[in-house]
């Protein structure tokens, strides 16, 4: 399983690094603030998913049950988290902590129906796609006046697209192993996102938010 500790730690370098930027961000526009903080989470439970993965497939049997923990942690929140911080760069939603509680909530509630009638990948299918729907809505707003903007967002949303409903997660593709080209895609998507999301709110006067 050497490839697959590779590929989870290329994985948990590339979220670890939208991590990274993130941080280095120390003031945010006060309407950013919550909105940054839930895509910090979402990138740390991606990273965090990968980091046990790679201690995993790479060390011990020992994290298996951490790994499968934070992987569906990431895999129903991470995505979610990021768009809903997306989206409120062009749609202000005006959430309070309450809110984003909530959402978190709603998702859990999610994963444990999805869980009680075996439709765990069908419910995370379609949570990723609304998810990147999102996103690409926001690029599309910014396509004229941030066209970088707009390839990040379009690079992480195709990374995200082509790794859940073209590669997936199992068997062999051309001699490699469908999940190792799985964390690579996710690599990709994750650092774009990551860092388009950091391009765009890392000045606290940022640019005008634009409405439907």
């Given at each position: 399983m050497t490839s697959l500790a590779v590929s989870d730690a290329i994985l948990c370098f590339s979220c670890s690094?939208?991590?990274?930027?993130?941080?280095?961000?120390?003031?945010?526009?006060?309407?950013?603030?919550?909105p940054?903080?839930?895509a910090l989470i979402g990138f740390i439970l991606m990273s965090l998913a990968s980091f046990f993965g790679t201690l995993y497939y790479g060390f011990s049997p020992i994290w298996a049950d951490i790994h499968r923990l934070f992987t569906h942690a990431a895999t129903f929140l991470a995505?979610?988290?990021?768009?809903?911080?997306y989206a409120h760069l062009v749609w202000p939603l005006n959430w309070h902590k309450?809110?984003?509680?909530?959402?978190?909530?709603?998702?859990?509630?999610?994963?444990?129906?999805?869980?009680?009638?075996?439709a765990i990948e069908t419910t995370y299918t379609a949570i990723g796609i609304?998810?990147?729907?999102?996103?690409?809505?926001?690029?599309?707003?910014?396509?004229?006046?941030?066209p970088s903007f707009f390839i990040y967002i379009l690079v992480g949303s195709a990374s995200f697209s082509v790794?859940?409903?073209?590669?997936g997660t199992h068997g062999y593709l051309a001699g490699f192993l469908r999940l190792d080209l799985f964390h690579y895609l996710l690599?990709?998507?994750?650092?774009?996102?990551?860092?388009?999301?950091?391009?765009f709110v890392r000045k606290p006067q940022g640019s005008p938010?634009?409405?439907?």
């Open positions: 690094y939208s991590v990274f930027l993130l941080l280095q961000q120390k003031t945010f526009a006060n309407d950013q603030k919550l940054a903080t839930a995505l979610p988290l990021i768009a809903g911080a309450p809110m984003w509680g909530r959402l978190i909530i709603a998702l859990m509630i999610c994963f444990e129906i999805a869980r009680r009638f075996q609304m998810s990147l729907l999102v996103i690409l809505l926001v690029g599309f707003k910014f396509i004229r006046q941030k790794a859940g409903l073209v590669i690599a990709l998507g994750s650092l774009s996102l990551g860092t388009g999301y950091f391009l938010q634009l409405s439907l």
